[in-house]
């Protein structure tokens, strides 16, 4: 069973910054891709980064120059760190991985419960 447990959401200003990890457990054999998605009220689940294995990054439009995707493979972790908040990038945050229970098996693509990151202007 794989568990994706995100923390650091909450209530910041605009202009202000926060940091978002998300941590991976459970027995599983590895991790690709790695990322963060966010929902806000009335609106579709979109795209906000992702980060391979390897590392390299893809960002949506809104959020290049201000959000930094990072992973920590040892420690199983992602992280978004947010800078230069937005009244607009409120939203549920989620986060996602495409895992492989064990070797040789396919990915499987997993979420977590979603943290809220609420920006007052």
């Known amino acids: 069973q794989v568990q994706l447990v995100e923390s650091g959401g909450g209530l910041v200003q605009a202009g202000g910054s926060l940091r978002l990890s998300c941590a991976a457990s459970?027995?599983?054999?590895?991790?690709?891709?790695m990322g963060w998605y966010r929902q806000a009220p009335g609106k579709q689940r979109e795209l906000v980064a992702t980060?391979?294995?390897?590392?390299?990054?893809n960002y949506a439009d809104s959020v290049k120059g201000r959000f930094t995707i990072s992973r920590d493979n040892a420690k199983k972790t992602v992280y978004l760190q947010m800078n230069s908040l937005k009244p607009e990038d409120t939203a549920v945050y989620y986060c996602?991985?495409?895992?492989?229970?064990?070797?040789?098996?396919?990915?499987?693509?997993?979420w977590g419960q979603g943290t809220q990151v609420t920006v007052s202007s």
């Open positions: 459970g027995s599983f054999f590895s991790i690709n891709a």
């Open positions: 980060v391979t294995r390897g590392g390299s990054t």
């Open positions: 996602n991985a495409d895992v492989a229970p064990y070797l040789s098996s396919n990915y499987y693509n997993y």
